[in-house]
């Protein structure tokens, strides 16, 4: 499976830890680093998202680093989009055990068939954490999200490409409103989206665990 690497470009020790880790496994075909810090991706007005974005949602423009971000993430649905296999995107400050994201690679083809995204990490965005009580999915293995909350932090997820276009086809006539993660949810909800949560998770935030310092 392809891995695009989601990495800002002056922090290389993570870059140079993710790359020893994915190196060290067996089932990735391909690793992209995508480092760019802006496309054309066009963000709302405080108004627009204000005026679209439902209550229980950030009502606040995204900083710069979450912008940053969102602009790499945009660029790898693209090339997702483009392609007829799905894909994992990885944020430069996720942890693994090598063995178990082979495991999790290796397996993946007992996915449900109405899967378009999958998250696999166990991180959760500071802004998700805040507002809403931690949601425990019964189950272990892949476990269909039917909540409100369908998105974890997007440091570890697999996308396939019909969502992908489906987002792609969005963004070309629409804009962004919040933070990645918030964003695909609220256009999770909209999309009717088959989000799948993978139990327990097989990656962590540095940025969490206290291993990096985080930038949000």
Not at 3 to 30: A, F, P
Not at 86 to 115: H, R, T
Request: proline share 4%.
């Amino acid at each position: 499976m392809k891995i695009y690497l989601i990495h800002l470009k002056t922090l290389n020790d993570r870059r140079r830890n993710v790359l020893d880790l994915l190196c060290e496994c067996s089932t990735i075909d391909n690793i992209e680093i995508i480092m760019a810090e802006s496309s054309d991706l066009k963000f709302a007005t405080l108004e627009e998202i204000a005026a679209t974005l439902p209550q229980d949602f950030p009502i606040k423009l995204p900083s710069q680093g979450a912008s940053s971000l969102y602009h790499k993430h945009y660029l790898a649905f693209k090339k997702i989009a483009n392609n007829n296999e799905p894909a994992i995107i990885l944020e430069d400050d996720v942890l693994f055990q090598p063995i178990q994201l082979d495991e999790f690679i290796s397996g993946y083809d007992q996915a449900p068939s109405d899967c378009e995204c999958c998250f696999f990490g166990s991180g959760w965005a500071e802004t998700i954490s805040r507002r809403t009580k931690e949601i425990d999915l019964e189950g272990n293995g892949f476990i269909l999200n039917t909540n409100r909350l369908k998105s974890k932090c997007t440091d570890s997820m697999v996308v396939h490409p019909q969502f992908a276009q489906s987002m792609c086809n969005i963004w070309a006539s629409d804009k962004a409103y919040t933070a990645i993660d918030w964003d695909l949810n609220y256009h999770f909800i909209n999309l009717n989206t088959k989000v799948y949560w993978y139990q327990p998770g097989v990656t962590f935030q540095g940025s969490m665990t206290g291993a990096y310092k985080s930038l949000c």
